[in-house]
């Protein structure tokens, strides 16, 4: 791959607590990455950057194409131009 070739958006899903014990969140990371090591170690960062205190990742891939709606569009938006997106939501009980 050369440096013309463009990256597909990584997306990583999981759960993160913003204190240990508390209550999880699930959240959606996207991020542009070389590959899947660099990606999760990206996420982590940028979680812990945020205040999340726990992450919990349960699964990594590339997108197939632009979300049709928000906050997911935005962050995949974000993505692209270099920047790690962070979609934290409440987990259903």
């Given at each position: ?69 928000e906050p997911h569009l935005s962050a ?13 939501f409440d987990e259903p009980s």
């Amino acid at each position: 791959m050369n440096d013309n070739d463009e990256r597909p958006v990584t997306i990583i899903t999981g759960r993160v607590w913003r204190k240990k014990g508390g209550k999880p969140e699930g959240v959606h990371v996207m991020l542009v990455a070389p590959d899947d090591d660099s990606a999760v170690r990206r996420a982590l960062e940028s979680l812990a950057a945020e205040g999340f205190a726990e992450a919990e990742l349960d699964q990594i891939g590339d997108m197939e194409g632009e979300p049709d709606e928000e906050p997911h569009l935005s962050a995949y938006q974000g993505a692209l131009e270099g920047e790690v997106s962070i979609v934290a939501f409440d987990e259903p009980s």
